[in-house]
Structure formats: C-alpha cells, structure tokens
C-alpha cells in the first residue's frame, strides 16, 4: 500500500482516497480531465472533496468540503491540509469532551 505523510492513498481508476479508512474522516480526489503531455496524462482538472464517514462505507459519506484544482499535486496539498486540519479538531474535541465527563 503506498502511504503518503503516514496516510493510505487508494486508487480506483479516477479517484484517489487519501486517509485511514478506520478514521472518521477521508479525502477523496476525482482526476476529471487530463491531457497527454510526452506521451505521459498528467492531470488538468481535479476534484478534492472531504468526507465525513458513517460507519465502514463510503457510500454514505458526508461532504464537509469541496474544491477544483489544475493538478494532482495542488489537489493532494489542499486534500491533506483539510484531512490534517479537521483530525486535529476532532481530537482536541474530543480531549475537551473526556475532560468535562471526567
């Protein structure tokens, strides 16, 4: 499996997933337009979207938040600022909660 910053990245066809599926959050980024340059596709439209997970699916995510990039690499940056952002919220959250319970 090939981890990126620590995470999983999972890819079926378009769509990269970039996260711990066992964590309650995961990005998902859509390659949705691209163009050969050298004989290489690279990328030229991009979509990011972070998911907010119910149970073990995927399907019955949520989304949290959306955006376009122009390439794969601007897409990830923005995918793990979130994923990075919104974990780290959920833990503190989660900390206070605890905290107030116990």
């Not at 996260?19 to 163009?35: A, C, L, Q």
């Not at 979509?47 to 122009?70: N, P």
Request: proline content about 1%.
């Amino acid at each position: 499996m090939l981890l990126y910053r620590g995470k999983p990245l999972l890819r079926d066809g378009n769509i990269i997933y970039y996260g711990d599926f066992n964590e309650n959050f995961i990005v998902r980024i859509t390659i949705e337009e691209s163009k050969k340059i050298n004989k290489m596709k690279v990328a030229t439209k991009v979509g990011i979207e972070l998911l907010e997970k119910h149970g073990d699916s995927i399907a019955s995510a949520h989304l949290t938040k959306k955006a376009e990039r122009t390439s794969l690499w601007a897409a990830l940056d923005i995918g793990v600022y979130w994923l990075e952002d919104i974990l780290e919220m959920e833990k503190e959250f989660l900390a206070k909660l605890e905290a107030a319970q116990g």
